[in-house]
């Protein structure tokens, strides 16, 4: 079964940064698309980026030009750096690969 760890939340300010990693335990880590997703309180799970194998990225209108996805396949490990967080950034993070999720990782963006 394949295993997402994710890391990298916690308490930011506004206009702070993060960056979220997620590690995925698969050999064929490289052929597949990553995606980050989160869900606020009350709230839907919403795509946030995603990226391909070949490095094509999408991104919620919510954090362009504030967001980046990336991903290493050596380390088969994904990336989402966040920048200019805003306090409705606040949310749990989910990293996914095809069917897998990982565990959530805590994202606050308060003053």
């Known amino acids: 079964q394949v295993q997402l760890v994710e890391s990298g939340g916690g308490l930011v300010q506004p206009g702070g940064s993060l960056r979220l990693s997620c590690a995925v335990s698969?050999?064929?880590?490289?052929?597949?698309?990553m995606a980050w997703y989160r869900q606020a309180p009350g709230k839907q799970r919403e795509l946030v980026a995603s990226i391909t194998s070949g490095g094509n990225t999408n991104y919620a209108d919510s954090v362009k030009g504030r967001f980046t996805i990336s991903r290493d396949n050596a380390k088969k490990t994904a990336y989402l750096q966040m920048n200019s967080l805003k306090i409705e950034d606040t949310a749990v993070y989910y990293c996914?690969?095809?069917?897998?999720w990982g565990q959530g990782t805590q994202v606050t963006v308060s003053s």
């Open positions: 996914k690969h095809l069917a897998s």
């Open positions: 698969r050999s064929l880590f490289s052929i597949y698309t």
